[in-house]
T-cell receptor
């Protein structure tokens, strides 16, 4: 099946620094990718929809300036956590949509996740 | 707005016994339903989906799910559980309005299979 790669898998950073997480679709092009955040023992919360060549669409309550999303190519979306604080520590998961037809169709493939720990 | 409910935080079952992980949904249109499994510190792995057709959907690793429109349920089942099935299971519903194809996840159910 299709592969979505996330990097890094683990990252530890100091408070106040910025961290970039990459999400790559390795064997298909994805005009749409999604970023999720998962707290311990909780479900995945959609943060934003990343659209290739245009601005991301953020879910209500997600700070756009805090979580910068860039989708500059059909195979890469990045999430940058700016000025990270301990409360940003979480498991971040991306998914990429491989379209197989019209709008709204296609398969979603998930990355392995990136665990961010902010000290 | 669409939503998914997983009423059980944890399900315990002995290896070899059948298992059921419950899921109910609420959507305004036709439901597109999914089950995913997550192992510790890993991403989500697709198990199965219901789009249309037969109410009984067969998926990966011997899992299946039954779509019940009248009860708005999509319970995950397996005839004989394995210890290796122990993981976190998520039910999800997909909104295909517009071009978003967003998934809304349930809160997850932890399956513990013991010897």
């Amino acid at each position: 099946g299709a592969v979505v790669s996330q990097h890094p898998s683990w990252v530890i950073c100091k408070s106040g620094t910025s961290v970039k997480i990459e999400c790559r679709s390795l064997d298909f092009q994805a005009t749409t990718m999604f970023w999720y955040r998962q707290f311990p023992k909780q479900s995945l919360m959609l943060m934003a929809t990343s659209n290739e060549g245009s601005k991301a669409t953020y879910e209500q309550g997600v700070e756009k300036d805090k979580f910068l999303i860039n989708h500059a190519s059909l195979t890469l979306s990045t999430l940058t956590v700016t000025s990270a604080h301990p409360e940003d520590s979480s498991f971040y998961i991306c998914s990429a949509l491989r379209s197989i037809g019209g709008a709204g169709t296609g398969e979603l493939f998930f990355g392995e996740g990136s665990r961010l720990t902010v000290l | 707005a669409q939503s998914v409910a997983q009423p059980e935080d944890q399900v315990n079952v002995a290896e070899g016994n059948p298992l059921t992980v419950k899921c109910t949904y609420s959507v305004s249109g036709n439901p597109y339903l999914f089950w995913y499994v997550q192992y510790p510190n890993r991403g989500l792995q697709f198990l199965l989906k219901y789009i249309t057709g037969d109410n009984l959907v067969k998926g990966s690793y011997g899992f299946e799910a039954e779509f019940n429109k009248s009860q708005t349920s999509f319970h995950l089942k397996k005839p004989s559980a394995l210890v290796s099935d122990s993981a976190l299971y998520f039910c999800a519903v997909r909104d295909i309005s517009g071009t978003a194809s967003k998934l809304t996840f349930g809160t997850g159910t932890r399956l513990q299979v013991t010897l």
